[in-house]
């Protein structure tokens, strides 16, 4: 089995990490050209759209993107796309909610013109309607790319393009918000194409809103999680704004490099989140030992390397324009450490162990240390004490989830019973 399983994983892999050098080197490539062509100040708005768009998009996604990969992963496959159909359209009742409410939001908090901050607030929310959670509780790594990263991948690349003629940010979310609308319907396409539903149940669409609202109540704990987990990594964007709106460019493009790492580790967490639930009840909390123990050393060691390389790439990515200092750098590589370690131990291991609840409880207890320390540390020290204050929280997060999973192993663990032979 091992020779045949590893082969698999390794194509599993291969596949994610195409989808996931397609993205980076997309957005790495943007940076500059949007800086030189639209003005740092610019691009820090449009990242503090995004990182409101990423606030806002916890109640679209509403749990769907943190735990549906798990969900789908340990569902029978033809149970697999009707939760898909109902999750589409409860998130697409909650999107047209959402986008008017982040309008605002985004009019008080930037410096956007109203068309602007109008296109910017539908296209950055689109993709929480998508369906690459999906596909990767599937495993299928080229589906995701086909339906999903190449077409919002397209869109920076048009709207880079025409910004060179029209340099104004509504040409560039304009572009955005059509390619990533195709990327939710082609998505959308490819998990219930015919193949994907035979053997299956026939697909029932139900349009109603109690019953899309009813449904939510499942995702209670995913939602929790998602909701803490995004306060704790873009709420502080806004404190920065709100703070030292000055620092917000360096704070932006520091983000933004530290979000290009967790998306490189992507493809690992993706693989692991299908392999350990994939291998049935005897052999997964095996595979979950094996994972925890080796998450914090990972995560380590993805830290350092961000904190290293940050002051090199900002200078790159940025022409010279911003320069990110290790007084920033570091802080953002501790982030990446606790990060790193939360995803597997929380979305891999607890997960497929049943601890739902404990996921929502460490990203709830991490957001209620981060919050008001953003804000404290923020005023004393400016954007490096506000990521000191996200480092610290998520390693927070990150502790208490590797307790949880402990516990819970040595509970499924019973001890042999000695026995006495009778005389």
Not at 20 to 28: G, H, P, W
Not at 367 to 382: D, I, K, Q, R, Y
């Amino acid at each position: 089995m091992a020779s045949i399983a590893a082969p698999a994983l390794l194509r599993r892999f291969g596949g994610f990490a195409t989808s996931l050098v397609v993205s980076t080197v997309i957005n790495l490539l943007a940076i500059p050209f949007v800086i030189s062509t639209l003005g740092g100040d610019i691009w820090g708005e449009l990242a503090l759209a995004q990182a409101t768009a990423a606030v806002f998009g916890i109640l679209v996604a509403f749990g769907w993107g943190t735990v549906g990969a798990a969900l789908v992963a340990s569902l029978p496959p033809g149970r697999r796309p009707q939760m898909f159909l109902d999750s589409l359209v409860s998130r697409v009742y909650l999107f047209m909610f959402a986008a008017p409410v982040m309008f605002i939001v985004v009019l008080m908090l930037g410096s956007f013109d109203p068309p602007a901050a109008a296109l910017a607030s539908i296209a950055y929310l689109l993709p929480f309607v998508g369906a690459s959670w999906y596909f990767i509780g599937q495993a299928k790594p080229w589906q995701l790319l086909v339906f999903d990263v190449l077409p919002q991948g397209l869109g920076t690349v048009v709207g880079v393009i025409l910004i060179q003629f029209a340099p104004h940010p509504f040409v560039f979310v304009l572009c955005l918000l059509l390619f990533n609308l195709i990327a939710v319907i082609a998505g959308a396409l490819g998990a219930l194409q015919p193949k994907e539903t035979k053997g299956g149940q026939p697909l029932k669409l139900d349009l109603g809103l109690v019953a899309a609202i009813r449904r939510l109540r499942d995702q209670k704990h995913g939602v929790i999680a998602a909701g803490t987990g995004s306060l704790n990594s873009n709420l502080p964007m806004i404190a920065v704004k709100l703070v030292v709106a000055a620092a917000l460019p360096q704070y932006a493009l520091a983000d933004k490099l530290f979000r290009f790492a967790v998306a490189g580790f992507g493809p690992v967490l993706q693989v692991i989140q299908g392999w350990i639930p994939e291998a049935g009840p005897d052999q997964s909390t095996h595979r979950i030992r094996r994972v925890a123990n080796l998450a914090p050393a990972v995560g380590l060691l993805g830290g350092v390397c961000l904190a290293v390389l940050t002051p090199w790439a900002s200078s790159v990515f940025s022409r010279g324009e911003i320069q990110v200092d290790f007084a920033l750098s570091i802080p953002f590589g501790l982030i990446l450490a606790g990060v790193i370690v939360a995803q597997v131990v929380g979305l891999a291991c607890l997960i497929p162990l049943g601890k739902g609840a404990a996921l929502a409880k460490s990203t709830a207890i991490g957001a209620a240390f981060n919050v008001p320390m953003m804000f404290v540390l923020g005023v004393m020290f400016g954007a490096p004490g506000v990521a000191w204050a996200v480092g610290l929280a998520e390693l927070v997060v990150a502790g208490y989830q590797i307790m949880v999973v402990r516990d819970s192993l040595k509970h499924l663990v019973q001890p042999p019973v000695a026995t006495v032979e009778p005389r």
